[in-house]
């Protein structure tokens, strides 16, 4: 069993909580490699950063007026818990604390670290205890509770299967009502006006859509904004439907200042202008703006050395790059959908799915878990 990425380990509610073990199970915990400090569970790898112990102190060692090292010792092991004895602040609470010593039967809170290469405990909070039946009881609860620190969680990935089950529901209604191609694109490219970002001189998606398609009928991998600009001089009439469609994003575009609009070196599409912009300008304002709306829905992977994008579809990248991180190669299993798990196997193989968002990704693991 592999250790979960470490920013899902907040997602573990026995990370935040003050965990009741034995000294000896302490003792057996994992430690994290490049982590100092981090440990976890052997058996189901899950973190563990604070701990709850009961013993008596053994020995007792001031260090000074700024900590106390106390040997702590429950009849299975012994470990060492340093009580420091000033704030963080650098105020004196020495006198806040009560003195403990020899043969004081505790209880201890403290966080996991380590020390000279092993492992001690850092006292948050420390009380004497006065009913020895309080010692059987956190016996007894350490080794109930050891059931379910070796327990792998489960229950997270459960609730992320749903709420993205629940999302691609409601996706295939809003899309495949509407008569656009986001329908078909929900289903080839995972992409759809549900997880796409807005864009304010094509609210309608219609340019961005049409742009879609093209790059899909034409197999693209590698694409560039001079590329598209022959494509659209070689295609004339089909730009000029693409520009008739998207009138509304056209009306924004004429707003935009004409210096800015007009600082291109390909030759006018179109000689047609309204208060001086011509067509030819309208559209490549729109597709700039439309390949960097792509690039930040993780459509595109741009490359600033060459000034080229590589087009990240779900056919021919993002399928069979999953698919390759799945466990058995088989697809997820019912239940389970670890996505930081696989994204960071797809990372180690193909740096590009970094710009892909969780939204699409996991719409497509759910879509391999359907098919299979």
Same mark, same amino acid.
């Given at each position: 069993?592999e250790?979960?990425p470490q920013?899902?380990?907040g997602?573990d509610?026995?990370?935040?909580?003050y965990?009741l073990v034995?000294?000896s199970?302490?003792?057996?915990?994992?430690?994290?490699?490049?982590?100092? +400090?981090?440990?976890?569970f052997s058996?189901?790898?899950?973190?563990v950063?604070?701990?709850?112990?009961?013993?008596? #102190?053994?020995n007792v060692k001031?260090?000074?007026?700024?900590?106390?090292i106390?040997a702590?010792d429950? /009849?299975?092991?012994?470990?060492q818990?340093t009580?420091?004895?000033?704030?963080?602040?650098?105020?004196d609470r020495?006198?806040l604390?009560?003195?403990?010593?020899? +043969?004081?039967?505790?209880?201890v809170?403290?966080?996991?670290s380590?020390?000279?290469g092993n492992v001690?405990v850092k006292?948050?909070?420390?009380n004497r205890l006065?009913?020895?039946?309080?010692e059987?009881?956190?016996?007894?609860?350490a080794?109930?509770l050891a059931?379910?620190y070796s327990s792998?969680l489960?229950f997270?990935d459960?609730i992320t299967?749903?709420i993205c089950?629940?999302a691609?529901e409601v996706?295939?209604c809003?899309?495949?009502?509407?008569?656009?191609n986001? /329908?078909?694109f929900r289903?080839s490219?995972?992409y759809?006006k549900?997880?796409?970002?807005?864009?304010?001189?094509?609210?309608?998606?219609v340019f961005?859509?049409?742009?879609?398609k093209y790059?899909e009928?034409?197999g693209a991998?590698?694409i560039?904004y001079?590329?598209?600009?022959?494509a659209c001089?070689?295609?004339?009439?089909s730009?000029?439907?693409?520009?008739?469609l998207?009138e509304?994003a056209?009306?924004?575009?004429?707003?935009t200042?004409p210096?800015?609009?007009?600082?291109e070196n390909?030759?006018p599409?179109?000689?047609s202008t309204d208060n001086?912009i011509?067509?030819s300008q309208?559209v490549r304002?729109?597709?700039?703006?439309? #390949?960097?709306q792509l690039?930040?829905?993780g #459509?595109?992977f741009?490359?600033?050395q060459?000034?080229?994008d590589?087009?990240?579809?779900s056919?021919?990248? #993002?399928?069979?790059l999953?698919?390759?991180?799945?466990?058995?190669?088989?697809g997820?299993q019912p /239940?389970i959908?670890?996505t930081?798990?696989i994204?960071?196997?797809a990372?180690?193989i193909?740096?590009?799915?970094?710009?892909?968002?969780?939204?699409?990704?996991?719409?497509?693991?759910?879509?391999?878990r359907?098919?299979?």
């Amino acid at each position: 069993m592999e250790i979960p990425p470490q920013d899902e380990w907040g997602l573990d509610p026995i990370y935040w909580s003050y965990v009741l073990v034995l000294i000896s199970q302490v003792h057996s915990l994992d430690r994290v490699e490049n982590l100092p +400090g981090a440990f976890v569970f052997s058996n189901s790898k899950r973190p563990v950063s604070k701990v709850e112990l009961v013993g008596h #102190l053994v020995n007792v060692k001031p260090e000074g007026s700024k900590a106390t090292i106390y040997a702590l010792d429950d /009849g299975t092991g012994l470990i060492q818990a340093t009580k420091f004895l000033t704030h963080e602040d650098g105020k004196d609470r020495q006198n806040l604390t009560a003195p403990y010593g020899l +043969g004081d039967r505790v209880r201890v809170r403290g966080t996991l670290s380590l020390y000279a290469g092993n492992v001690e405990v850092k006292v948050v909070a420390m009380n004497r205890l006065t009913d020895p039946n309080e010692e059987t009881l956190h016996w007894l609860s350490a080794i109930k509770l050891a059931r379910t620190y070796s327990s792998p969680l489960l229950f997270d990935d459960t609730i992320t299967a749903t709420i993205c089950g629940r999302a691609l529901e409601v996706s295939s209604c809003v899309c495949e009502s509407d008569s656009s191609n986001s /329908g078909g694109f929900r289903r080839s490219l995972h992409y759809c006006k549900c997880t796409a970002t807005p864009a304010a001189r094509d609210p309608d998606l219609v340019f961005r859509f049409e742009l879609l398609k093209y790059l899909e009928e034409q197999g693209a991998t590698n694409i560039s904004y001079n590329h598209l600009v022959v494509a659209c001089e070689a295609n004339s009439s089909s730009l000029q439907r693409t520009s008739d469609l998207s009138e509304a994003a056209l009306r924004t575009v004429q707003q935009t200042t004409p210096d800015s609009l007009v600082a291109e070196n390909q030759r006018p599409l179109s000689t047609s202008t309204d208060n001086g912009i011509s067509i030819s300008q309208r559209v490549r304002a729109l597709l700039r703006q439309t #390949l960097a709306q792509l690039r930040r829905d993780g #459509l595109l992977f741009h490359h600033d050395q060459n000034d080229s994008d590589d087009f990240l579809d779900s056919r021919n990248f #993002l399928r069979p790059l999953l698919l390759k991180c799945l466990p058995g190669k088989t697809g997820p299993q019912p /239940g389970i959908l670890n996505t930081g798990g696989i994204r960071s196997q797809a990372e180690a193989i193909d740096r590009r799915i970094k710009v892909v968002p969780d939204t699409r990704l996991k719409l497509c693991l759910l879509n391999i878990r359907t098919q299979k």
